[in-house]
């Protein structure tokens, strides 16, 4: 009998830009407050890169990390799927530029467009892959620059996100004894688009001085819309794949959900049942980072001594589209 290869997590590092952004430095620039910041989304200062990082540097920095601890070569990659809402051009995409970076020749690279869940989506993919015996080994990044796209003078924004990447390697094994991604959940609504989107800069309304103008090339958002609809969705996601790993709740040793908001993360976690201190929270370090949140969260909770082998994680996240997913894995 043939078995279905069962994927698995073997490598994961991320890499943040040096330069730091704290809500001192967004007092000074905007009619705001750390006190308004704090209490409001849990964000102390998030990393803002320069133009020196690219979101392929980034995710170079993280993936020679990843593959290192996955103890595999570039060469060994099947494939390279990045997400991300800040590509560092339309056209080809991210995914490509890093594929010459690591010298992955033996890759199909392209970039997955989730927007916040860009990695959750991008390992799902990798995940059905490798079950379906197409790769042994894929490299799975979630890697934004968002303070490219973020409008500094709109205080209801710009105060919310951060730039990093996090790589984590996907491997076929066919042993469960060494644990793996027992389910994955992911959905969208397109109806509702409009509640956080760029305007412009695409083919309906290309660049043009206009664009630059009514700076509709940097993201809108209503803010208590988003609130609402990632707090549905995150519960919805969180009940499905625990019910697809076929565990309980209460089987769950820890969180990592998307950074976006610490009220939204307490408030999904009180809908599943899961205690804070089973919640992996690093909001108030990195902001949010759309694709890279989930990673970032990961490696700091690896780093915190917070994960032992045959844990049971579950990963959440939702983003613009609107897009949402979940993971149960067993680390
Ligand atoms: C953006 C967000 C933090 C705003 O918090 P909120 O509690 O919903 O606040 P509101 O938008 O209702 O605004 C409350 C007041 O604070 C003001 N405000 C907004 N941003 C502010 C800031 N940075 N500093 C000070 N005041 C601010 C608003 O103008 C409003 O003032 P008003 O009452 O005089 O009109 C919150 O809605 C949020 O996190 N939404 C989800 C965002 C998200 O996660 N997006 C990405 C999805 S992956």
């Known amino acids: ?13 991320v890499a943040v830009p040096s330069g730091i952004r704290t809500n001192a430095d967004w007092e000074a620039a905007l009619d705001t407050s750390d006190q308004w910041i704090v209490e409001r989304t849990g964000i102390r200062e998030r990393r803002w890169a320069g133009p020196e990082d690219t979101v392929a540097s980034l995710s170079k920095t993280a993936a020679d990390l990843a593959l290192e601890q996955a103890g595999i070569g570039p060469m060994d990659l099947g494939g390279i799927i990045l997400g991300t809402a800040t590509p560092d051009r339309l056209l080809p995409s991210t995914a490509c530029d890093l594929q010459a970076l690591l010298g992955a020749e033996n890759a199909a690279a392209f970039d997955i467009a ?25 490299l799975v990044v979630g890697a934004e620059k968002l303070s490219t796209i973020t409008d500094e003078t709109d205080r209801s924004t710009a105060i919310l996100f951060g730039d990093g990447a996090g790589a ?7 042993n469960e004894a060494n644990g793996g991604i027992l389910s994955t ?10 509640l956080l989107y760029r305007p412009g800069g695409g083919s309906t309304r290309p660049f043009s001085q206009e664009v630059l103008d009514d700076r509709s090339h940097f993201m809108k958002m209503a803010g208590r819309e988003v609130f609402k609809a990632a707090v549905r969705a995150m519960t919805q996601a969180c009940d499905e ?3 697809r790993a076929g565990v309980a709740a209460e089987d769950i040793d820890l969180m990592v959900p998307h950074q976006a908001n610490i009220r939204i993360i307490e408030a999904t976690a009180k809908h599943t049942g899961m205690p804070m201190d089973k919640v992996m ?4 370090r990195f902001g949010n980072t759309s694709a890279a949140s989930i990673p970032l969260a990961f490696d ?25 997913g979940s993971s149960v894995v067993r680390w």
């Open 281 to 284: 929270v690093n909001i108030d």
């Open 241 to 243: 794949a625990i019910q």
């Open 185 to 194: 959940f992911i959905r969208s609504d397109g109806r509702l688009a409009s």
């Open 168 to 174: 984590t390697v996907i491997s076929a094994y066919r």
């Open 300 to 324: 700091q909770a690896i780093n915190e001594g917070r994960l032992e082998r045959g844990m049971l994680i579950l990963l959440v996240t939702f983003g613009a589209g609107f897009t949402w």
């Open 114 to 138: 989730a927007a916040c869940p860009g990695w959750l989506y991008s390992l799902t993919v990798a995940e059905g892959l490798i079950a379906a015996g197409q790769a042994e080994h894929i």
């Open 1 to 13: 009998m043939i078995q279905r290869p069962i994927a698995r997590i073997s490598g994961l590092g």
